[in-house]
């Protein structure tokens, strides 16, 4: 009764307001509806219709005004504009597994105008007609985490299988876990960040997406203790981590939609990611779920597609890294290359500024800690810098770079704290990398007969 008598108030001002005449986004189907489909392959198209539609006004003081606030939002507001009756069709929409995600039964924005917002009552027509685009966001989320769920699923399944191929291609080994969670949940949670190991990058087009999807691990990355999971190999790690994973996923798609668990509060609905997208007006934590219109997103738009493959995409990279730390690769700058012509194109070979405009040639090698002077390096073949990129590691420079950042960070491990959209975290990428030069020691210049002088020293790069 006083949420009802609260909206009448406003009502009452709105009408002896001077502004009143002004025109309301859902006054009449042409603006609430025509010309709206085009935009939803695009992400600023999505924000448009999201805004211009009032859909998140409308949802934020439809929650606000209701007395339970976020809890039981979504079946309060099926239930507000059916007067109660019928049966709802949106209930599995918080639920990865349903299929029984429907917006009301009205077939388009145009039918569903005439079926909720024409009843003449100022209390229920206005969100009766933004509801549509409410409900087209809710099954947008419920079919785009389903992708999500099941493209990590595949992922997980494929990434799995090719670790042996990938010891055997990289002569290395699974056991690397260091870190383990940490670089596995980041992976997961980094969307496009290690994108710029893929020519072209990515773009402002998906940062909402990430706001919205990334922090879903953010999350798993902060609440998961390294000792709840099996750290022995990758492998273990990374089904540990689908299982946490898939956990949240679920959870977050329940919350969306207002559903608590027996002993959660209303404060777990703070836990929600949110967009960026949204101004000091709007006050539910689902409303800052939903801004931006992200979820309008046709599920076939481009940066729809690009988001879901890269949040799964960065794990087969980290762990391809990790194989060839333990099959002890490294990057190598040889201080024994003077020039870009000495260094020369051959693949793997980059001319590459350090810092102060210093150039070297870098490399990766494999170190041999049994030759005849003591460990020597041999430059990597052709098939490693092939096996690289049919792991995701193929954009040298990127990559060196990234593996360089770290080794001159001070970083003793991957800093979470630097994670960002575009950023790739210091020592996500942390590949041994070393200095190789001429060994001018006295055992290599001095007038001794039989002397042991191994040609080339090497110390790590700081």
């Known amino acids: ?61 439809q929650i606000m005004g209701q007395w339970e606030h976020e809890t039981n939002w979504l079946f309060n507001l099926e239930h507000a504009i059916n007067n109660g009756s019928g049966n709802f069709g ?67 399944i494929i990434t799995n299988l090719q670790i042996g191929e ?104 703070n836990s929600l990611p949110a967009s960026k997208k949204y101004g000091p007006w709007i006050h539910s934590p689902i409303t800052k779920f939903f801004n931006g219109g992200w979820f309008l997103l046709s599920d076939r738009a481009e940066p729809v597609q690009n988001l879901i493959k890269s949040i799964s995409g960065n794990i087969k990279p980290k762990i391809a890294n990790n194989v060839m730390k333990a099959a002890n690769l490294r990057l190598v700058a040889d201080k024994r290359v003077g020039s870009q012509e000495d260094c020369g194109y051959a693949t793997g070979r980059q001319w590459m500024n350090f810092k102060d405009s210093e150039f070297y040639c870098f490399y990766i090698a494999r170190l041999d800690e049994h030759g005849i002077y003591g460990e020597k390096y041999d430059e990597a073949t052709e098939d490693i810098y092939a096996n690289m990129a049919k792991y995701g590691l193929g954009n040298r420079d990127p990559y060196y770079r990234a593996v360089l950042d770290c080794a001159t960070s001070g970083e003793a491990g991957l800093n979470p704290d630097n994670l960002g959209f575009n950023n790739i975290p210091v020592c996500f990428f942390d590949l041994p990398a070393y200095w190789l030069e001429r060994n001018d020691g006295p055992e290599c210049t001095s007038n001794m007969i039989n002397k042991a002088c191994n040609p080339t020293k090497s110390s790590p790069i700081a």
């Not at 006054?27 to 009032?54: F, R």
């Not at 798993?220 to 990758?234: F, H, R, Y």
Request: net charge negative; charged share 25%; hydrophobic share 35%.
């Open 166 to 269: 990938m010891v055997a291609d990289f002569q290395g080994a699974e056991d690397k876990t260091e870190d383990v969670l940490k670089w596995l949940s980041a992976a997961v949670g980094l969307g496009s960040t290690i994108g710029g190991l893929v020519p072209g990058g990515a773009g402002e087009a998906m940062s909402t997406g990430f706001d919205i999807m990334g922090g879903v691990f953010d999350i798993i990355a902060d609440a998961t203790k390294p000792e709840e999971i099996d750290q022995g190999t990758i492998s273990a790690a990374l089904g540990a981590i689908f299982q946490r994973s898939s956990e949240q996923l679920k959870k977050t798609m329940r919350l969306a939609t207002g559903t608590l668990e027996k002993g959660e509060t209303a404060d777990a609905f």
């Open 90 to 156: 949106m209930s599995g929409c918080g639920l990865i597994a349903s299929t029984d995600c429907l917006p009301q039964g009205a077939e388009s924005c145009e039918e569903h105008f005439d079926k909720y917002g024409t009843s003449g009552d100022p209390l229920k027509d206005p969100i009766g007609r933004t509801s549509y685009w409410i409900f087209q966001a809710i099954k947008g989320m419920h079919s785009k985490f389903q992708m999500l769920h099941n493209e990590l699923v595949e992922q997980t």
């Open 1 to 61: 009764m006083k949420s009802s008598t609260t909206f009448l108030a406003l009502v009452a001002a709105v009408h002896a307001s001077p502004i009143s005449k002004r025109d309301q986004p859902f006054d009449t189907k042409e603006s609430l509806c025509k010309d709206k489909a085009w935009q939803l392959d695009t992400v600023e198209g999505a924000s448009n219709v999201w805004e211009t539609t009032g859909a998140s006004d409308g949802l934020d003081n």
